[in-house]
Nanobody
């Protein structure tokens, strides 16, 4: 049974940091692209970052988080991480990780609707 479980969310003041984790089970994690998304209140989920499979990982960041967020993965732990620094109130959202088999395409070419597996999300709240 496939599971993606996010953790690490919480409340932080502007300028603070959080590290989100995405623990995977039930599928061969090392062969899957991991995407991180967030859903701001009243909006559709938006992609923020992705990382390709462990064989030769490459990363992508949306402009809104570039330079502040860092995505990584640890295949030994079947876990992806999203280190979030210099957080802003506009980063307040529910954050999700998702996984899709890596068939060699650039991870930012994958639309969110194409991701096979999703976690339940974790809330991040940034206060000013």
């Amino acid at each position: 049974q496939v599971h993606l479980v996010e953790s690490g969310g919480g409340s932080v003041q502007s300028g603070g940091s959080l590290r989100l984790s995405c623990a995977a089970s039930g599928f061969p994690f090392q062969y899957y692209i991991i995407g991180w998304f967030r859903r701001l209140p009243g909006k559709d989920p938006e992609a923020i970052s992705c990382i390709t499979s462990s064989s030769d990982p490459s990363t992508h960041y949306e402009d809104s988080v570039k330079g502040r967020f860092t995505i990584s993965r640890d295949s030994a732990k079947n876990t992806s991480y999203l280190q979030m620094n210099s957080l802003k109130p506009e980063d307040t959202a529910v954050y999700y990780c998702a996984a899709d088999f890596d068939s060699g395409q650039a991870c930012d070419d994958i639309h969110r609707e194409e991701y096979a597996y999703w976690g339940q999300g974790t809330q991040v709240t940034v206060s000013s």
